[in-house]
């Protein structure tokens, strides 16, 4: 059987979906109350993903122009790094506090992963097991 080539979007076109989805992200990041912001890049993210998974988007279509910007990561976060260092009197007068919320965060966030990670393992078993008996019952009511 072979095996289809599959060729990517041309980069132009892998840069304006990215740049749509940037604007679309916005444009709801703005619309979002003040009382519960929302990045827009963690909105893009999340509207890239979900494109992405009902194959409204193909990955050939932005597959290459997202590589691209994998690459260029570390670079990104230079930005921060110099405002982390600008504000080094911050840390030094509130360091302990700072390490002392980042570490209860993390714990936190790892034991709700864990619960929510057992949480849905548990809801698949759950279905699974009540798919297999109707598949069962059937064949037992085929044998009839």
Excluded: C
Excluded at 49 to 78: A, P
Excluded at 93 to 118: K, P
Aim: aromatic content about 10%.
């Amino acid at each position: 059987m072979e095996e289809k080539k599959v060729k990517p979007a041309p980069i132009l076109v892998q840069m304006f979906i990215y740049a749509a989805i940037l604007f679309v992200s916005q444009v709801i990041s703005d619309l979002m109350p003040r009382a519960f912001p929302v990045p827009t890049p963690v909105i893009g993210l999340i509207l890239l993903y979900v494109l992405l998974t009902t194959k409204m988007i193909k990955l050939e279509w932005v597959d290459s122009f997202g590589s691209v910007l994998i690459s260029l990561i570390g670079f990104m976060f230079v930005p921060s790094g110099i405002s982390l260092a600008a504000n080094l009197k911050i840390i030094k007068a509130q360091g302990v506090q700072l390490i002392i919320v980042i570490v209860a965060a993390t714990i936190i966030l790892l034991v709700v992963i864990a619960y929510t990670t057992r949480f849905f393992s548990w809801l698949v078993n759950k279905i699974t097991e009540s798919q297999v008996n109707i598949h069962h019952k059937k064949k037992i009511g085929d044998a009839k």
